[in-house]
C-alpha cells in the first residue's frame, strides 16, 4: 500500500487556502436541499467559525432561496433555471428592507460553476447529480477547500477529479465517507486492511427478490432511517447509493475493491468501519444527522462542538449487523464492476440508473426492472474511455448515451406492462 498513490480525502493532511483571519467563508451549492438547509442551520448557530458568501440552488424553491440569502447576508445568490429569476427578484424584495442592497444574481446552468470558483475558503458542494461534476472542477482549480456531498461528481468524473485535487483539498460529506475519513485518523494508511461501508438496508431489508417484484413507490419512499430527496431514497432503497458509495471510498482513500466491504447495520449508528491489520476495527457512531459530517466537511481539522446530538450511553441499545443479500440486491457488485472498469463507465452507470428512477417514480418501470435496465445498459456500453486521455466531453457524451439507451429500454418496459 505504502507505493500505491496517495488519496485524495486524507485526515493527516489538511488543505488550508490563504485566506483572512476570522470565519470562514463558504460557499453553498444546492442551499434549498437537504445538506444545504442543514449546513446553514450549523452556520447560523457558529457565526464565529462561519460566514456564508453565496448560495446556489436550482430555483424550485425561489422562496426559501430568498429567506436564507437575507439571513445569511450574502453577496451573490445563483439559480440553475433562468425563469427562475423575476420570481427570485421578488422574493428577495420581500425579504430586504428599504436601503438594503439585494444580492447579486446569476442564473443559468453554469451559475453553480461559477460560484464555486468564487472567492472563498471552502465550497459545500451538495447538488444532487453528476450536474455538479463542473462545480467540483471548478473548486479544486481555483484552489479551495472542497466539502464533497455531490458523491456523483467524483463518481463520474473520478480521474478529473483526482488529476485536479492537491493532498487534503477534498473532505468527504457522506455520513459513510466521513465516518471513515475519521477512522482512519487512528492509524497510518499502511495499517489499514479493509474499510467496511454500512448500509441501512432501507425499507426493503431481509426481502427477497421474488418479494420486490410488486413493491410501490410509495413502499420504496418509506426509507426507515434517513428523510431524503426521492431519488436519494430510491438509491437507497436498490441500494445503489451503497453501490455509489463503494466507487467513492475507492477514489477517496485508494482502497482495492476487494478491500471494500458493505454490511447492513438497520440502526444506522455506526456510519462506517476501517479494519486495521492489527485486528483492531475503529467505527465511528452518532444518532443519525447529516449536521455531523457537514461539521466535518466545513470545519477540518477543528471540530464543531454541539453540531449534532450525541448518544445517551445511559440508555439500552441494541446494534445489529447483517451480510448484504447480493441476489436481491445487485446494484453494490455492478458498482463494484464498473468502479473496476473506471473511464466512462460509473458515468453510464449513474446516468442510466437516474433515468430509470425517474421512469420508476412516474410508474413505468418496476421497481426489479431499475437495476435489470442499468445492467443492460453497462453491458452495451462497450470499452469505456479510460486513463489519461478521459475529458469532461467523454463523460457528457456516456451519460446522453446512457440516458437516452435507458429510455428506450424503460419505453419498452412500459409498453409491454400496458
Request: proline fraction near 7%; glycine fraction near 8%.
Amino acid at each position: 500500500m505504502s507505493d500505491s498513490p496517495a488519496p485524495l480525502a486524507d485526515p493527516h493532511l489538511v488543505y488550508d487556502p490563504v485566506t483572512a483571519d476570522g470565519p470562514k467563508d463558504v460557499v453553498i451549492l444546492g442551499s434549498t436541499g437537504s445538506i444545504g438547509t442543514q449546513a446553514i442551520d450549523l452556520v447560523l448557530r457558529n457565526p464565529d467559525r462561519f460566514r456564508v458568501t453565496a448560495l446556489s440552488a436550482n430555483g424550485g424553491r425561489v422562496a426559501l432561496l430568498a429567506e436564507q440569502a437575507h439571513r445569511l447576508k450574502v453577496r451573490t445568490v445563483a439559480v440553475a433555471r433562468e425563469d427562475a429569476v423575476p420570481q427570485l427578484r421578488e422574493a428577495l424584495t420581500g425579504h430586504y428592507g428599504t436601503g438594503e442592497p439585494l444580492p447579486e444574481i446569476l442564473a443559468g446552468p453554469d451559475a453553480a460553476t461559477h460560484l464555486a470558483a468564487s472567492d472563498c475558503h471552502t465550497v459545500l458542494n451538495g447538488i444532487t447529480g453528476s450536474i455538479g461534476l463542473a462545480p467540483t472542477l471548478a473548486a479544486l482549480e481555483a484552489g479551495r477547500t472542497l466539502a464533497l456531498a455531490n458523491k456523483e461528481s467524483l463518481i463520474v468524473g473520478g480521474p478529473l477529479v483526482k488529476a485536479l485535487a492537491k493532498p487534503g483539498q477534498i473532505i468527504p460529506v457522506d455520513s459513510e465517507h466521513a465516518a471513515l475519513f475519521q477512522a482512519l485518523a487512528a492509524g497510518t494508511r499502511a495499517d489499514v486492511r479493509k474499510l467496511v461501508v454500512t448500509a441501512s438496508g432501507g425499507p426493503f431489508r431481509g426481502r427477497t427478490r421474488a418479494d420486490l417484484e410488486q413493491v410501490t413507490v410509495d413502499d420504496a419512499l418509506a426509507h426507515p432511517t434517513w428523510a431524503m430527496g426521492p431519488v436519494i431514497t430510491i438509491n437507497s432503497a436498490t441500494l445503489v447509493n451503497k453501490g455509489l458509495e463503494v466507487i467513492e471510498a475507492h477514489l477517496l482513500y485508494d482502497i482495492p475493491f476487494d478491500r471494500i466491504e458493505v454490511v447492513v447495520h438497520p440502526q444506522s449508528y455506526v456510519h462506517s468501519m476501517v479494519e486495521f491489520t492489527d485486528g483492531s476495527t475503529i467505527a465511528q457512531a452518532t444518532p443519525p444527522d447529516m449536521r455531523g459530517p457537514i461539521a466535518i466537511g466545513l470545519g477540518w481539522p477543528e471540530r464543531v462542538p454541539d453540531a449534532a446530538p450525541a448518544f445517551d450511553w445511559s440508555k439500552a441499545s441494541t446494534w445489529e449487523f447483517f451480510p448484504l443479500d447480493n441476489d436481491a440486491f445487485p446494484s453494490v457488485n455492478l458498482a463494484r464492476h464498473v468502479g473496476t472498469l473506471a473511464g466512462t463507465a460509473p458515468a453510464v452507470f449513474n446516468a442510466a440508473n437516474e433515468e430509470c428512477v425517474d421512469a420508476f417514480l412516474r410508474g413505468a418501470l418496476p421497481f426489479n426492472g431499475i437495476m435489470d435496465t442499468v445492467t443492460r445498459v453497462v453491458e452495451e456500453h462497450g470499452t469505456p474511455v479510460t486513463g489519461t486521455s478521459l475529458t469532461v466531453p467523454d463523460v457528457l457524451e456516456a451519460e446522453t448515451w446512457a440516458r437516452a439507451r435507458a429510455r428506450e429500454l424503460t419505453a419498452k418496459t412500459a409498453e409491454a406492462r400496458a
